[in-house]
């Protein structure tokens, strides 16, 4: 019943941008997190950004000052704002919505929080 949909994923050239969405359906929200996670071939799964119900949000370092998360709470829908894209950021990424232990600083980006995840979009930076 539960349904996470990412998109607004593409293929662009280094320093573009483009703006990433979910909308997540099916469950009754609570005062947990969503966030963005992405996994590159050969790599381990990282978190990129998380966002709490109070607006507080986390990211990982590589990220900060380029990338912005954020959610419109009258569409139920999580964006991710990338810009100044670079090479390595590309990657299939994924939302995860209703994460356990988003007030914890050192436990936002643990994966298994997240109980619920999209497919995933592509997002692939050329140089």
């Known amino acids: 019943q539960v349904q996470v949909v990412e998109s607004g994923g593409g293929s662009v050239q280094a320093g573009g941008s483009l703006r990433l969405s979910c909308a997540a359906s099916?469950?009754?929200?609570?005062?947990?997190?969503m966030g963005w996670f992405r996994q590159a071939p050969g790599k381990e799964r990282e978190g990129v950004a998380v966002?709490?119900?109070?607006?507080?949000?986390t990211y990982v370092d590589s990220v900060k000052g380029r990338f912005t998360i954020s959610k419109d709470n009258a569409k139920n829908t999580l964006y991710l704002q990338m810009n100044g894209l670079k090479p390595e950021d590309t990657a299939m990424y994924y939302c995860?919505?209703?994460?356990?232990?988003?007030?914890?600083?050192?436990?936002?980006?643990?994966?298994?929080?997240?109980?619920?995840w999209g497919q995933g979009t592509q997002v692939t930076v050329s140089s």
């Open positions: 099916g469950y009754t929200p609570s005062s947990n997190c």
């Open positions: 966002i709490a119900i109070d607006g507080r949000t």
């Open positions: 995860a919505a209703e994460g356990r232990l988003c007030y914890y600083r050192q436990y936002a980006f643990l994966a298994s929080a997240f109980p619920y």
